[in-house]
């Protein structure tokens, strides 16, 4: 009877910076738990403060006075436990990050552009003063990757992690891919049903996507590695043509995010990929993302499921939460922080080693192929397969693929190339994935 009371007595207050997209999904989500909440965490999470910039937006749907826009109204406030930052953007929400937890309040964020470039910091901070500081949602949304890899996965030694973790740029790839779209057609019909913004950059470029990468491999290798250290490359060259012949070769092209343990250091990349049809990521489709990685105990292992989206995104930004409740009752919070105990070096990108597929025009005379053997030769670039395509006049269409080589060495063959006279257009390039056996 006294423990029934005490557990509806039990309730931990917490703040939401941000009703956006992400606020909304967490704030529908700890409504419709409450009554759960007891016998799932002992405990019921309570909305005490909203932080916006614009209250009268809000004020139809959040009672008034849990609306402020006064951050120092919430960092007061010493009821509040738990802040959820799902503002977005670098600044104020670091700040604000840092004065919480100087202030001892344990933290959710969905932030990826914060984590990528100051989450070793924020971690360092939330260290110092005790607190939790989880952050599920920063990567693939409501598709959980960071507790798996911190703790079910800990065991293992992971060599490889890689992932479709961009929903915009996947459901750009899926349409040009089924349905034969070229890529502004694809972008735009993403843009008018709004999984891609007005300016698209960040999503079609790779950035979004390397922001992502940057927080996986720190955590899978233990290594601390920032957004600035990865190579990134988009999509919007990628054509209706080039994924023509991929299919044509057994491929899929995606724009993965590649994070790789080797021996001389850790390769991080994001670009398009043409990856074998038969591997697991060659199905995902849309907008859905998912992670797939190698440990050596437990061989492969993916992650599927939606990377963006409101209820998505507020599922693991509420597990995050509830976690922080129960370490707070058990009087065990601050247990799970920054992984990186070591500083395993990261490969420049022209030291990265892969296959490619070139797909170029030249002119249909004699002694042509042999001349570019010899310049792919002399930088120790082997040719693996080799397709004359289509034929027009005195040019000829050929789709070149080679076996791996360092990126430095086949950009120098190709800089030789370019400038060819026979070589009337360098089409595309595109690195295609193969597992190491
Ligand atoms: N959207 C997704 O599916 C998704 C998925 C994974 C991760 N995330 C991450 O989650 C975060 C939030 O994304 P979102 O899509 O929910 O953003 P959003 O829809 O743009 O909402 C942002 C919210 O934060 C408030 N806000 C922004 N700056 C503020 C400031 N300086 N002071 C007070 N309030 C401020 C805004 O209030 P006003 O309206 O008053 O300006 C708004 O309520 C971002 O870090 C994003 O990268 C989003």
Redesign the pocket.
């Known amino acids: 009877m006294q423990e029934d009371q005490d557990m509806a007595e039990c309730i931990k207050k917490v703040a939401l910076?941000?009703?956006?997209?992400?606020?909304s999904g967490v704030y529908e989500i700890l409504q419709k738990q409450r009554d759960h909440m007891p016998d799932k965490i002992g405990c019921v999470l309570e909305v005490a403060k909203v932080?916006?910039?614009?209250?009268a937006?809000?004020a139809d749907r959040i009672a008034p006075e849990l609306l402020t826009?006064q951050?120092q109204e919430v960092l007061s406030d010493d009821s509040i436990e738990i802040v959820v930052e799902?503002?977005?953007?670098i600044e104020?929400?670091r700040t604000y990050i840092k004065e919480a937890l100087a202030k001892g309040k344990h933290i959710v964020?969905?932030?990826?552009?914060?984590m990528a470039t100051h989450g070793h910091e924020l971690l360092e901070d939330a260290k110092k003063y005790g607190c939790d500081l989880l952050f599920e949602?920063?990567v693939a949304?409501g598709v959980p990757i960071i507790r798996p890899m911190k703790q079910c996965l800990l065991g293992n030694d992971i060599t490889e992690v890689m992932g479709i973790i961009n929903g915009t740029t996947n459901f750009i790839l899926t349409k040009m891919s089924e349905e034969g779209m070229d890529f502004d057609e694809a972008l735009k019909l993403a843009q008018d049903l709004g999984y891609a913004e007005a300016d698209p950059t960040a999503d079609v470029e790779g950035h979004d996507a390397g922001r992502k990468l940057a927080i996986m491999a720190s955590i899978a290798f233990h290594t601390p590695v920032i957004f600035q250290d990865v190579y990134t490359e988009g999509i919007s060259k990628i054509t209706a043509k080039d994924i023509r012949y991929a299919h044509e070769l057994g491929y899929e092209i995606k724009l993965l995010g590649i994070a790789k343990r080797t021996t001389e250091g850790i390769e991080v990349r994001v670009h398009p990929t043409m990856i074998p049809s038969d591997h697991p990521l060659s199905a995902i489709k849309d907008s859905f993302n998912a992670v797939f990685l190698h440990g050596d105990a437990v061989d492969d292992v993916m992650f599927y499921g939606r990377?963006?989206?409101?209820l998505?995104?507020g599922s693991a930004v509420v597990g995050d939460l509830m976690d922080i409740a129960r370490n707070m009752q058990y009087h065990c919070t601050g247990r799970i922080g920054c992984s990186c105990f070591q500083q395993v070096p990261i490969k420049q990108m022209a030291d990265t080693k892969t296959s490619y597929f070139i797909r170029m025009k030249l002119e249909d005379r004699a002694g042509t192929l042999a001349a570019l053997a010899g310049v792919f030769g002399s930088n120790n670039v082997s040719i693996s397969m080799l397709v004359q395509k289509a034929k027009e006049d005195d040019t000829a269409e050929v789709v070149i693929v080679t076996y791996d080589v360092a990126e430095k060495q086949f950009m120098d063959s190709m800089t030789v190339i370019s400038t060819m006279s026979m070589v009337k257009k360098v089409s595309s390039i595109i690195r295609v994935y193969h597992k190491e056996v």
């Open positions: 910076l941000g009703m956006g997209t992400v606020g932080l916006v910039r614009n209250k937006k809000y826009d951050w799902v503002m977005g953007g104020p929400a964020t969905a932030n990826k552009d914060l949602a920063a949304g990377g963006a989206g409101s998505p995104t």
